[in-house]
């Protein structure tokens, strides 16, 4: 292995055009050197031929000093300093080296950082020892770099190895989010905070009503993002169970409690956990052969990741992890991982909500319209659901079952624990933005302009609340407009002249 040339001069690697010639290193040089079947990283390392120092979405530029050995010790030594941990790329590596490679690595530099970490990550990641003693000298160093990495607070001393373990996760699940400038701009931002301040200058009863609003907006949004157009009854009950987000422990028996809620009419679906393949996709119209678009994880496999997904949330609450953070990881994580027939993705929403609510980032009774923001950005969020799921197609070995299921044929566990959150992270952040500066102002908005309009017209017109709901319905669907039958039907009593007078005022008020 050591004796292969790993660096390569390239302008374009996987159909990724660089920003200049260089040569690649690190991670990128070793998957494609050793053929590991993993998705190519978000960011690539590239040495400069011109000698400068920079990062682009796709690269991260180094200069010719920076070059590492032509050694694979040498390159993964590059890759742990510069480009952070990536755990599914050490487990499918360790998968394909020697033991004995490991053991060579960490007895030519026993105290050295790097070879500590590969040590480290080969037992905990294979879950089996190497066969190596004990060191018994060295300051304890942390696993994850908190420079390029999101690490949990909490960290766990390895006496062997003298490391300090600060992944933010289990080894059955442990998706890690890279440091970016987007992600620090939104915590440094406080969001939480600023939530606080939008609603604290707001009535308690507007905030009531609001909160109401919401969680039906959330709740239909929820729906419609899957295509479903769901009856009044269907979406109070589904929005009084994400009102409730965050008040019980989360387990598989909460889970399948709530997957009863969302599906209602159970007759035509397998309930619980999947017990055969599941992906999402197309069917082929003249064949009925599937055309995925995401291969879910193995039924087999289910059980011990949803574990480790809800030993990892609970992991992470107890660490006080970002919220935001923690909400990407484990909700897209569920989502990517699709462990129901159906259902998976109003609960995969319900997990942001439950997070968020638990680790107190939203203001008490305050559930945040997640779905209603995602709904507005559906493109992109489809675009973001894709970045995890399309790289996989080409690792994942599948065959079509005798109902046009798929039934996949190796060992794909791996990718549904070990993944990069980054992307899903920057884009919940988003939305939790765009909810706290625009969704929820404008429905506290629109509640103040309803309550003024409705004295009004009641000191006016003396006009019964239900008569007032229904007369702006109408206005708000008419662009502020009586429409004419309107006008000849529920509110034939009015003049022409308090026509134009309410339509005056409703556009006064609603700044039209």
Same mark, same amino acid.
């Given at each position: 292995?050591?004796?292969?040339?790993?660096?390569?001069?390239?302008?374009?690697?996987?159909?990724?055009?660089?920003?200049?010639q260089?040569?690649?290193?690190?991670?990128?040089?070793?998957?494609?050197?050793?053929?590991?079947?993993?998705?190519?990283?978000?960011?690539?390392?590239?040495?400069?031929?011109?000698?400068?120092?920079?990062?682009t979405?796709?690269?991260?530029?180094?200069?010719?000093?920076?070059? /590492?050995?032509?050694?694979?010790?040498?390159?993964?030594?590059?890759?742990?300093?510069?480009?952070?941990?990536?755990?599914?790329?050490?487990?499918?590596?360790?998968?394909?080296?020697?033991?004995?490679?490991?053991?060579?690595?960490?007895?030519?530099?026993?105290?050295?950082?790097?070879?500590?970490k590969?040590?480290?990550?080969?037992?905990w990641?294979?879950?089996?020892?190497?066969?190596? /003693?004990?060191?018994?000298?060295?300051?304890? =160093?942390?696993?994850?770099?908190?420079?390029?990495?999101?690490?949990?607070?909490?960290?766990?001393?390895?006496?062997?190895?003298?490391?300090?373990?600060?992944?933010?996760?289990t080894?059955?699940?442990?998706?890690?989010i890279?440091?970016?400038?987007?992600?620090?701009?939104?915590?440094?931002?406080?969001?939480?905070?600023?939530?606080e301040?939008?609603?604290?200058?707001?009535?308690?009863?507007?905030?009531?009503?609001?909160?109401?609003?919401?969680?039906?907006?959330?709740?239909?949004?929820? $729906?419609?993002?899957?295509?479903?157009? /769901?009856?009044?009854?269907?979406?109070?009950?589904?929005?009084?169970?994400?009102?409730?987000?965050?008040?019980?422990?989360?387990s598989?028996?909460?889970?399948?409690?709530?997957?009863?809620?969302?599906?209602?009419?159970?007759?035509?679906?397998?309930?619980?956990?999947?017990?055969?393949?599941?992906?999402?996709?197309?069917?082929?119209r003249?064949?009925?052969?599937?055309? /995925?678009?995401?291969?879910?994880a193995?039924?087999?496999?289910?059980?011990?990741?949803?574990?480790?997904?809800?030993?990892?949330?609970?992991?992470?609450?107890?660490?006080?992890?970002?919220?935001v953070?923690?909400?990407?990881?484990?909700?897209?994580?569920?989502?990517?991982?699709?462990?129901?027939?159906?259902?998976?993705?109003?609960?995969?929403?319900? $997990?942001?909500?439950?997070?968020?609510?638990?680790?107190?980032?939203?203001?008490?009774?305050?559930?945040?319209?997640?779905?209603?923001?995602?709904?507005?950005?559906?493109?992109?969020?489809?675009?973001?659901?894709?970045?995890?799921?399309?790289?996989?197609?080409?690792?994942?070995?599948?065959?079509?079952?005798?109902?046009?299921? =798929?039934e996949?044929?190796?060992?794909?566990?791996?990718?549904?624990?070990?993944?990069?959150?980054t992307?899903?992270?920057?884009?919940?952040?988003?939305?939790?933005?765009?909810?706290?500066?625009?969704?929820?102002?404008?429905?506290?908005?629109?509640?103040?302009?309803?309550?003024?309009?409705?004295?009004?017209?009641?000191?006016?017109?003396?006009?019964?609340?239900?008569?007032?709901a229904?007369?702006?319905?109408?206005?708000?669907?008419?662009?502020?407009?009586?429409?004419k039958r309107?006008?000849?039907?529920?509110?034939?009593?009015l003049?022409?002249?308090?026509?134009?007078?309410?339509?005056?005022?409703?556009?006064?008020?609603?700044?039209?």
């Open positions: 292995m050591n004796d292969k040339h790993f660096s390569q001069t390239i302008n374009v690697f996987h159909e990724r055009t660089t920003p200049e260089g040569k690649l290193v690190g991670y990128g040089a070793i998957i494609e050197a050793l053929k590991l079947a993993v998705p190519i990283p978000r960011q690539l390392a590239l040495i400069s031929e011109i000698r400068r120092q920079y990062s979405e796709s690269w991260l530029v180094f200069t010719p000093r920076h070059q /590492p050995k032509e050694t694979l010790y040498d390159h993964l030594v590059f890759a742990l300093k510069y480009e952070g941990i990536n755990l599914l790329f050490f487990k499918k590596m360790f998968e394909k080296l020697k033991p004995a490679t490991i053991e060579q690595w960490v007895n030519n530099e026993p105290l050295s950082l790097y070879s500590r590969i040590w480290y990550l080969y037992e990641l294979m879950q089996k020892p190497l066969a190596l /003693p004990d060191l018994k000298g060295g300051n304890y =160093v942390l696993l994850v770099d908190e420079k390029l990495q999101y690490t949990s607070s909490v960290s766990i001393n390895a006496t062997r190895q003298r490391i300090k373990n600060n992944l933010p996760g080894v059955d699940f442990c998706p890690l890279q440091k970016t400038l987007k992600l620090e701009k939104y915590i440094n931002e406080n969001l939480s905070k600023k939530a301040l939008v609603l604290s200058s707001v009535h308690k009863d507007i905030l009531l009503r609001t909160s109401s609003f919401l969680l039906l907006k959330d709740s239909k949004a929820s $729906f419609n993002i899957e295509g479903e157009n /769901p009856t009044q009854n269907r979406t109070v009950r589904w929005g009084r169970a994400i009102g409730q987000a965050g008040n019980k422990e989360l598989k028996e909460e889970l399948l409690r709530l997957q009863q809620i969302v599906i209602e009419n159970s007759r035509f679906v397998k309930m619980g956990y999947r017990t055969e393949g599941g992906f999402i996709g197309e069917h082929d003249r064949t009925g052969e599937p055309i /995925p678009e995401h291969i879910s193995r039924w087999q496999d289910i059980e011990m990741l949803m574990t480790g997904l809800l030993l990892t949330s609970k992991k992470l609450i107890d660490c006080q992890f970002h919220p953070l923690t909400a990407a990881k484990i909700a897209f994580g569920f989502v990517f991982i699709h462990p129901f027939v159906d259902g998976n993705g109003r609960l995969h929403r319900y $997990f942001i909500h439950h997070l968020l609510s638990n680790m107190k980032f939203t203001p008490q009774a305050i559930i945040f319209p997640v779905s209603a923001a995602i709904l507005e950005k559906i493109e992109e969020y489809r675009r973001v659901l894709e970045n995890y799921s399309h790289p996989l197609l080409d690792l994942i070995r599948w065959e079509k079952t005798s109902d046009n299921n =798929v996949v044929l190796n060992d794909t566990m791996d990718y549904y624990r070990y993944f990069d959150a992307i899903q992270s920057e884009f919940l952040f988003e939305c939790v933005d765009y909810t706290i500066n625009k969704i929820i102002p404008e429905e506290v908005s629109y509640l103040q302009k309803y309550d003024q309009i409705k004295v009004w017209l009641d000191d006016r017109f003396q006009m019964p609340d239900k008569t007032v229904l007369l702006l319905r109408f206005l708000e669907q008419n662009n502020g407009l009586l429409s309107a006008r000849d039907r529920e509110f034939v009593e003049t022409d002249e308090e026509v134009k007078e309410i339509e005056h005022k409703y556009k006064m008020f609603f700044d039209i």
